[in-house]
């Protein structure tokens, strides 16, 4: 199958370009009209498939819910936002209930499945700082052990991708030493860590930071915190939720400004409600309402996720936030490529990728999503 259009992102690059796709790959990349097309997009904008490494769930799943169906239906739902692989993300519980959930997500993983393909598993806590839990059930939140680390990761099948943790409550990053050496990416958050603290987990394998100025230390002129620490330290990937919601336009700006094209990465930070609507929901064993501007709010007023649409994320940062596109695309694709390890095979548009393609309009509504060759969604 050959696709073009006038408008594809190559390179961080708009060109004029055909792509040829078999076997789930992208084999070849062609000027325009050089051979027959099957399809042609005309000006619409041909991007890598986004990838969503921070996510609860949607259409009323959430991923510690043990639900073979609630999954799925996730996974091909996220077709409709350009989602083209995302990482089931956990929140804080009971052993028990966070060992079934990891066990779900491993069994879908394993099936033959639609939509969205299940790049990880993002674990988020329950290796927590209290002060800055969040959204995240104080009553489970645990200090970290090697031991009980290493079962969940053999319960979940070696799917863990991605772990959120406060670092500074880990003695000599014994654990963040020993989860760097299994491939993981660990990122500090819901953490009380200083800067100075910060640079010595990043110094002790942790590569990155969860949702960027929410749930950490925040700057202050004397003591920047896990805030400063994301800016300052520029190779660590710093987590954005671009909902208008949780930070507000000039500060994600700050941040792009402060990382440059490389290091951001969007999230959408999303819950059950997403795609369901306003109303009363469970989140972590706790009640939550979603309100009319998308936000999740746990009965104390605290934030506890988002709605955002993945393709409304991506517009966020450029119209609202006035990020140049590059940084905005590189943070949706290639750069959450890089946190899962994966940029040899997802993230750009090149010749032996995956061929996980999304299409765009200029008003950033999905006109097409392809995963790996499989037409998944088309409007």
């Known amino acids: 199958m050959i696709i073009q259009s006038k408008k594809v992102y190559i390179e961080e690059i708009w060109t004029q370009a055909q792509i040829e796709i078999k076997d789930k790959k992208i ?9 027959k097309v099957d399809k042609d997009f005309g ?8 990838i969503d490494t921070h996510c609860h769930g949607a259409l009323g799943f959430d991923t510690n819910d043990v639900d073979l169906e609630g999954l799925k239906r996730w996974l091909k739902g996220a077709c409709d936002e350009g989602i083209t692989s995302l990482c089931p993300t956990t929140i804080t519980q009971s052993e028990e209930v966070l060992k079934k959930a990891l066990e779900n997500v491993s069994l879908v993983s394993q099936s ?7 790049a990880g598993i993002h674990f988020e806590g329950p290796y927590l700082n209290k002060e800055f839990k969040g959204a995240q059930p104080e009553s489970f939140i645990v200090q970290g052990t090697i031991k009980q ?3 969940y990761y053999r319960v979940s099948n070696q799917l863990i991708k991605v772990i959120t943790m406060a670092t500074e409550n880990d003695p000599e990053f014994t654990l963040t030493k020993h989860i760097t050496s299994l491939g993981i990416s660990v990122n500090i958050g819901h953490s009380a860590a200083s800067y100075e603290e910060a640079q010595m987990a990043l110094a002790n394998g942790a590569s990155g930071f969860t949702h960027t100025f929410n749930g950490m230390s925040p700057f202050k002129h004397r003591a920047v915190g896990l805030m400063g620490a994301s800016m300052q330290i520029r190779d660590g990937y710093s987590e954005i ?12 700006n700050f941040l792009f400004k402060a990382k440059g094209k490389d290091h951001v990465v969007i999230v959408t930070d999303s819950v059950q409600a997403k795609k369901v609507g306003v109303g ?24 506890a996720g988002s709605t955002l649409l ?11 936030a006035q990020v140049d596109e590059v940084s905005a695309i590189n943070a949706a694709t290639i750069n959450p490529a890089k946190v899962l390890k994966l940029e ?12 996980d393609i999304v299409i765009l309009n200029d008003n950033y509504d999905v006109q097409a999503t392809f995963v790996e060759g499989t037409l998944e969604y088309s409007l």
């Open 27 to 35: 084999i070849g990349i062609y000027p325009y009209n050089t051979k």
């Open 43 to 50: 000006d619409h904008k041909i991007l890598p498939g986004f």
């Open 112 to 118: 033959d499945y639609e939509g969205a393909r299940i």
């Open 149 to 151: 680390f290493d079962e």
């Open 241 to 252: 939720i671009t909902d208008g919601v949780h930070v507000s336009w000039p500060a994600i």
């Open 280 to 303: 009363h929901y469970v989140f972590g064993g706790q009640n939550i309402e979603v309100k009319e501007n998308g936000g999740a709010y746990l009965e104390s007023g605290n934030l």
């Open 310 to 320: 993945f393709n409304r994320a991506l517009q966020n940062v450029i119209v609202h």
């Open 344 to 355: 040899h095979i997802k993230g750009r548009l090149r010749s032996g990728y995956d061929a």
